[in-house]
């Protein structure tokens, strides 16, 4: 099964698809994760990319494009896969479509998870990423059973550069307008459907897979 998620910063895209993958046994795809450990292992593109993420700016297209397709050609792929934060525009969803049309592959489900905008910056700032294995928290949603310590391996908590309150307002002002555009892109295609991420974690999950049943 090939995955879209899609939804403004904080809308749960990242949580949802760790739990989904599970069920699916299908790769993870975050253009956002694979552009910070690139930042974190301070390679020339990662570098690059940071000055963008840091400012809350988008990465140009030909990166994360590039990015994406290669990903996607990997073995692990060819079963399915869950995309998060790509597509991010309309040139990002064209290249895409160009990609699985040469690749003969379907989008089997487009996911649009509706947050409503003041949830958004209190799930972002609230934030908590482990230094150690990437694993998510907030701190009132999603506590670690022990502050600041991650309840899989123990690792330190802390606070994504990019979910400083400023940073954040200027992600949802860029993303806005650009996640509008690609609603509207793939609303004629007809696989798009929309679900309510205002609700729990729990809550979220049980009405994704239900759809995926459809
Ligand atoms: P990326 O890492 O993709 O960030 P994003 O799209 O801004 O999305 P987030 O990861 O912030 O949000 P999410 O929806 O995954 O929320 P989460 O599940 O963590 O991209 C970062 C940057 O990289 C971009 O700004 C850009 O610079 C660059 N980039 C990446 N891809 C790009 C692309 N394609 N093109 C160009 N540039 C690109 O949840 C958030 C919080 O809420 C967590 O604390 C969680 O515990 C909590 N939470 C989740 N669900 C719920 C719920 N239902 N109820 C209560 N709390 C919840
Ligand atoms: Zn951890």
Same mark, same amino acid.
């Given at each position: 099964m090939n995955i879209i998620l899609l939804g403004l910063p904080g809308a749960g895209k990242g949580t949802q698809a760790k739990i989904i993958i599970e069920h699916h046994h299908i790769p993870h795809i975050s253009t956002g994760e694979i552009l910070r450990q690139a930042a974190e292992a301070q390679t020339k593109l990662g570098l690059l990319a940071k000055g963008y993420m840091s400012k809350g700016e988008l990465v140009p297209d030909e990166i994360t494009i590039g990015i994406a397709t290669n990903r996607l050609r990997?073995?692990?792929c060819q079963n399915g896969f869950l995309l998060d934060g790509f597509p991010r525009n309309v040139v990002q969803a064209q290249a895409l479509n160009g990609f699985m049309i040469a690749n003969s592959k379907v989008i089997d489900h487009v996911i649009y998870v509706e947050v409503r905008e003041e949830l958004l910056l209190e799930r972002l700032t609230g934030r908590r990423t482990c230094a150690g294995c990437g694993a998510t928290y907030h701190v009132v949603y999603q506590p670690p059973r022990i502050r600041n310590q991650c309840d899989q391996c123990s690792g330190k908590l802390k606070q994504r550069d990019d979910d400083r309150e400023a940073t954040v307002r200027e992600r949802l002002r860029i993303n806005k307008h650009l996640t509008v555009q690609l609603l509207d892109y793939y $609303?004629?295609?007809?696989?798009l459907r929309v679900i309510d991420?205002? $609700?729990g974690i729990k809550e979220v999950t049980e009405d994704l897979i239900g759809l995926f049943r459809i």
């Open positions: 990997d073995a692990d $609303k004629p295609e007809g696989s991420g205002s $609700k």
